[in-house]
């Protein structure tokens, strides 16, 4: 098992930054791949970035990709999505993943965190 918790999250104006984290327990983050999802007010989760076990593989959704980054420190057990130039329809739930491969698709990741809130306001 592996347990994931996100922090970062919080209330910024458009235009503004944010990094979030995901911390992971156990001795063998670094075999996992991860990923970040969101999921804004009345819409389905969305991925946004992914990123595969060692970091050569990096996948974002086309609305992100000129402004958010994500990365990993596999030492500190922790996965990071820096968000810059945000906008309000950036404004959601966002979640930490992991699994066995970096995909765009949610079905495919096993653990999940509990999610920490990002309000853009315009």
């Known amino acids: 098992q592996v347990q994931l918790v996100e922090s970062g999250g919080g209330l910024v104006q458009a235009g503004d930054s944010l990094r979030l984290s995901c911390a992971a327990s156990?001795?063998?983050?670094?075999?996992?791949?991860m990923g970040w999802f969101r999921q804004a007010p009345g819409k389905e989760r969305e991925f946004v970035a992914a990123?595969?076990?060692?970091?050569?593989?990096?996948y974002y959704v086309d609305s992100v990709k000129d402004r958010f980054t994500i990365s990993r420190d596999n030492a500190k057990n922790t996965v990071y999505l820096q968000m810059n130039s945000l906008k309000p329809e950036d404004t959601a739930v966002y979640y930490c993943?992991?699994?066995?491969?970096?995909?765009?698709?949610?079905?495919?990741?096993?653990?999940w965190g509990q999610g920490t809130q990002v309000t853009v306001s315009s």
């Open positions: 993943a992991a699994g066995d491969r970096a995909t765009m698709k949610s079905e495919e990741y096993d653990y």
């Open positions: 156990g001795r063998t983050f670094s075999r996992y791949a």
């Open positions: 990123i595969s076990w060692r970091g050569g593989i990096l």
